[in-house]
């Protein structure tokens, strides 16, 4: 394996040989514990010491994914993190706004959703508004198919949502359609998991890795929840090249992202909002409103308007922490 199969290109060498540090060596971080992390160097695994300070574009610590630069001594440290390509961030959970980067260099978000009590279009829509606002390419695999009555028919609603995001129902277990999710890996390429507790994330990743390298564990008859078995966030190494990272259930998907991020994954309705006769119309109570007409027509789903405006509004309370609403 070289550092390349899992993404280090000439852009990332580059940036690394342009360091003002000491020089060392490069490694990707598979694993943070504490002020510990841990390493894919070329010579194979290490670990080093995250100090409380570390050399990066903008204030922070390094997460699962970060290339990073070490110093070369008996008990390495890193001493800078490289300009990051893609951010998986949320909002931090807790009143406070502010962000939480969840993972880095993430080429392929696989956003799971179970075809069981999981599917939920709202939630879909925003893991897509996250995946655009952190320069990620979305796949949307909906597990669990040979559960579901009717999986082609989810798939046909998550894809009335995700505009010509790449929909897959797929099953693991049963070897449903599971060459889709292989088909977005590869050489140089990192995919990562994201999605509730108990969406097969893990069960995904074990898939790919050939082997049951993460723990996974049944979900609550009752309502289809997981158990939050997977704790921290893992990058490993696929054997046909690349790498994925697998991630814990979230239980709150705060947004955090730029209001372009809503132009991205909501295009059928921004293409809609041109008609609106007020260019600031907020598509409430304001005459010559075309998406609450085009609503009345039934040419958008009320739900994806209601959804529109609220996550719209979230993005706005980021701007403005002290306001409530
Ligand atoms: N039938 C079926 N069951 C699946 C599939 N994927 C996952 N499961 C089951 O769903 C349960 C939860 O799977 P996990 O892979 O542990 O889920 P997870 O998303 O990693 O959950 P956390 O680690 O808690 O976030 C397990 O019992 C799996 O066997 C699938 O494609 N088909
Ligand atoms: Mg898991
Ligand atoms: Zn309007």
Redesign the pocket.
């Given at each position: 394996m070289t550092l390349a199969d899992i993404g280090f290109d000439a852009e990332f060498e580059q940036a690394f040989a342009a360091l003002a540090v000491a020089p060392g060596f490069a490694g990707r971080v598979t694993r943070i514990d504490a002020d510990q992390a841990q390493l894919v160097t070329d010579s194979g695994e290490a670990t080093a010491r995250v100090p409380r300070r570390v050399v990066r574009v903008e204030p922070g610590r390094p997460v699962t994914g970060d290339w990073v630069a070490c110093s070369a001594s008996a008990e390495p440290v890193v001493s800078a993190v490289l300009p990051r390509r893609s951010e998986l961030v949320r909002r931090a959970a807790g009143r406070r706004a502010r962000p939480q980067v969840l993972c880095t260099n993430v080429d392929v978000l696989f956003v799971?959703m179970?075809l069981d009590g999981d599917f939920n279009l709202r939630r879909l829509e925003r893991y897509l508004t996250l995946a655009a606002d952190g320069r990620m390419k979305p796949v949307v695999l909906l597990?669990?198919?040979?559960?579901c009555a009717d999986p082609a028919a989810r798939a046909a609603e998550a894809r009335g949502v995700a505009c010509g995001v790449d929909v897959y129902a797929?099953?693991?277990?049963?070897g449903i359609e599971t060459d889709a999710p292989v088909r977005h890996l590869g050489p140089g390429i990192t995919a990562a998991?994201v999605?509730?507790?108990?969406?097969?994330?893990?069960?995904?990743?074990?898939f790919l890795m050939g082997s049951d390298r993460?723990?996974?564990?049944?979900?609550r008859a009752h309502d289809d929840r997981?158990?939050?078995?997977?704790t921290h966030r893992e990058l490993m190494l696929l054997p046909q090249g690349g790498a994925i990272i697998?991630?814990?259930?979230m239980r709150e998907l705060g947004l955090w992202a730029e209001g372009e991020a809503l132009e991205t994954a909501f295009p059928d309705v921004i293409a809609l909002s041109s008609g609106c006769r007020f260019r600031d119309c907020r598509h409430q109570t304001e005459p010559g409103c075309a998406l609450r007409a085009a609503v009345q027509k039934g040419g958008l789903d009320a739900a994806r308007l209601a959804s529109y405006i609220a996550l719209g509004k979230e993005l706005e309370r980021r701007s403005n922490p002290t306001r409530r609403g």
């Amino acid at each position: 394996m070289t550092l390349a199969d899992i993404g280090f290109d000439a852009e990332f060498e580059q940036a690394f040989a342009a360091l003002a540090v000491a020089p060392g060596f490069a490694g990707r971080v598979t694993r943070i514990d504490a002020d510990q992390a841990q390493l894919v160097t070329d010579s194979g695994e290490a670990t080093a010491r995250v100090p409380r300070r570390v050399v990066r574009v903008e204030p922070g610590r390094p997460v699962t994914g970060d290339w990073v630069a070490c110093s070369a001594s008996a008990e390495p440290v890193v001493s800078a993190v490289l300009p990051r390509r893609s951010e998986l961030v949320r909002r931090a959970a807790g009143r406070r706004a502010r962000p939480q980067v969840l993972c880095t260099n993430v080429d392929v978000l696989f956003v799971v959703m179970g075809l069981d009590g999981d599917f939920n279009l709202r939630r879909l829509e925003r893991y897509l508004t996250l995946a655009a606002d952190g320069r990620m390419k979305p796949v949307v695999l909906l597990t669990k198919a040979g559960l579901c009555a009717d999986p082609a028919a989810r798939a046909a609603e998550a894809r009335g949502v995700a505009c010509g995001v790449d929909v897959y129902a797929i099953d693991v277990l049963a070897g449903i359609e599971t060459d889709a999710p292989v088909r977005h890996l590869g050489p140089g390429i990192t995919a990562a998991a994201v999605g509730s507790s108990g969406a097969g994330k893990s069960t995904l990743v074990n898939f790919l890795m050939g082997s049951d390298r993460m723990r996974v564990d049944a979900v609550r008859a009752h309502d289809d929840r997981g158990k939050h078995t997977t704790t921290h966030r893992e990058l490993m190494l696929l054997p046909q090249g690349g790498a994925i990272i697998d991630t814990p259930g979230m239980r709150e998907l705060g947004l955090w992202a730029e209001g372009e991020a809503l132009e991205t994954a909501f295009p059928d309705v921004i293409a809609l909002s041109s008609g609106c006769r007020f260019r600031d119309c907020r598509h409430q109570t304001e005459p010559g409103c075309a998406l609450r007409a085009a609503v009345q027509k039934g040419g958008l789903d009320a739900a994806r308007l209601a959804s529109y405006i609220a996550l719209g509004k979230e993005l706005e309370r980021r701007s403005n922490p002290t306001r409530r609403g």
